[in-house]
Nanobody, 126 residues
Framework: QVQLVESGGGLVQTGGSLRLSCAASELTFSSYRMGWFRQAPGKERELVGALTRSGLRTLYAASVRCRFTVSRDNAKNAVYLQMNSLKPEDSAVYYC???????????????????WGQGTQVTVSS
């Protein structure tokens, strides 16, 4: 059974930083694109950032570009989200997701993702 387990969320002040981690098991990690999505109360889940199987190509939401960085370590079956200069509007539950699709144009499409974790809460205080 595929498992994606997020960690690293918490409460941080505006301008602070957090690093989220996602540990994957029971899947051939290097064969999956990985993405971070987030969902705030009353809002739809949205892309934060995603990267290809090799990690060489990335995609970010405009709202986080230049502040957030997605990375992966295929040897450790892990994906990370470094979040800097956090804002209150970044507060949400953050989900790690895995996609077996090979179509680059769907890298940021949540419906193209096959597995996701339970999420980790990020709260940014003003």
């Amino acid at each position: 059974q595929v498992q994606l387990v997020e960690s690293g969320g918490g409460l941080v002040q505006t301008g602070g930083s957090l690093r989220l981690s996602c540990a994957a098991s029971e899947l051939t990690f290097s064969s999956y694109r990985m993405g971070w999505f987030r969902q705030a109360p009353g809002k739809e889940r949205e892309l934060v950032g995603a990267l290809t199987r090799s990690g060489l190509r990335t995609l970010y939401a405009a709202s986080v570009r230049c502040r957030f960085t997605v990375s992966r370590d295929n040897a450790k079956n892990a994906v990370y989200l470094q979040m800097n200069s956090l804002k209150p509007e970044d507060s949400a539950v953050y989900y790690c997701e895995a996609s077996g699709s090979l179509v680059y144009s769907t890298l940021g499409t949540e419906s193209a993702y096959d597995y996701w974790g339970q999420g980790t809460q990020v709260t940014v205080s003003s």
